[in-house]
């Protein structure tokens, strides 16, 4: 029996851990760069939390509120200077994934100053300024990985930036997701059951990554439930946000697998919300296993009798109404198997034909 465990992230989980446990910061610089999207984080009470937070440290801080959906990296490259302008010395991303990105993505580029959004993708790997998040939904899980998934315009394409960022601190605090719409609750919910499924049924899956996503499928049980029937009480949120928590740990060491590589294209071309863009090719994915042993393992758990069963609450909970052909779908397909590290994580050989039937039976039901 032989792994790796890796996990540097110190993780700090309940309500108000950021005013009970602030001192982490103070060791962390004099000045920050607090990353996040247009509204939400001053919204949702996380942005005051952590701006009084910094007040009593007499930490100062620059805001960059201008992170958008599925992050550019012409807006990272923006953040990144006002940091380097104003000489920070860490990186706080309040949000969800994409403000959480796109701050592990400046605190390299701060860090590192002669990079540029070009340069940044050499295959070398580069330091970075320590980095805190603090998450705001819970479903993606960048609190507790190094991975940073950017949007090129310039490819067309959503990628992850190829360095190792993991947090030194995450704040994961329920409070921040009780009023959250219940549109947003299912995206994100799904996205985080995703993260549970590709890291379990995976190449690098290991007796470790196992454990996380055995107990987040347990949690799973109840939350497809609370969603299914419109409860979405403190309980159900802090179940849901500690399922995501450990979809994003059993990730950072497995990776993710197939369908999130193949929902990248709807997401830049169709504007589908990442975690529906994922979870729309989980049960054609889960279909495709010849060794059924870990997805019935998975069932299970769930106190599903069979895949039909997850199908149908999927069903309820996914409804789609894109505007694509199959030759825009055959085109996705030819794009998504060309690469073959996208492939590597699927513990078993598959071939084109596969992944265009995935594709198909998924997105013309």
């Known amino acids: ?38 509204t939400s984080a001053k919204n949702n009470g ?149 993260h549970l499924v590709e890291g379990y049924l995976n190449t690098n899956a290991t007796v470790m990554s196992d454990i996380y996503g055995e107990k987040g499928f347990a949690l799973f049980k109840d939350c497809f439930k609370g969603l299914l029937n419109y409860e979405l009480d403190r309980e159900f949120r802090k179940k849901v946000m500690l399922a995501s928590v450990m979809g994003g740990i059993q990730i950072a060491l497995n990776g993710t697998s197939i369908p999130h590589g193949m929902g990248y294209a709807l997401t830049y071309f169709k504007g589908l919300p990442h975690g529906l863009s994922s979870g729309v090719f989980t049960i054609e994915f889960l279909r495709s296993f010849k060794n059924k042993d870990k997805l019935n393992r998975m069932l299970d758990i769930m106190e599903f009798s069979s895949l039909d069963e997850l199908e149908e609450v999927f069903e309820k909970l996914i409804h789609l109404d894109l505007d694509i052909t199959e030759e825009e779908i055959k085109d996705y397909a030819r794009t998504f198997v060309s690469n073959k590290e996208k492939l590597k994580n699927y513990p078993e050989e598959i071939s084109f034909e596969q992944i265009l039937a995935i594709y198909t039976k998924s997105l013309l039901k």
Do not use: C, W
């Open 46 to 194: 996380s942005y005051h939390d952590i701006a009084a937070a910094l007040g009593e440290l007499a930490v100062d801080f620059i805001l960059f509120d201008e992170v958008e959906e599925n992050p550019s990296l012409e807006t990272i490259e923006k953040g990144s200077r006002l940091g380097k302008e104003n000489h920070v010395d860490f990186v706080i991303g309040i949000g969800g994934g994409s403000p959480m990105d796109a701050g592990k993505a400046m605190a390299v580029l701060i860090k590192n100053p002669e990079l540029d959004q070009e340069t940044i993708f050499s295959g070398e790997k580069f330091d970075h300024l320590p980095f805190v998040a603090v998450a705001t939904t819970s479903g993606t899980g960048s609190e507790v990985t190094q991975y940073s998934i950017v949007t090129s315009d310039k490819e067309k394409i959503k990628k992850n930036l190829g360095q190792s960022v993991f947090p030194r601190v995450a704040f994961v605090d329920p409070k921040y997701t009780y009023d959250l719409p219940y549109a947003i609750t299912v995206n994100t919910s799904i996205d985080a059951f995703t």
């Open 1 to 38: 029996m032989n792994f790796k465990y890796f996990m540097p992230t110190e993780v700090y989980f309940g309500e108000d851990v950021v005013a009970n446990n602030k001192e982490v910061l103070g060791p962390l610089g004099k000045k920050a760069l607090v990353v996040t999207g247009r």
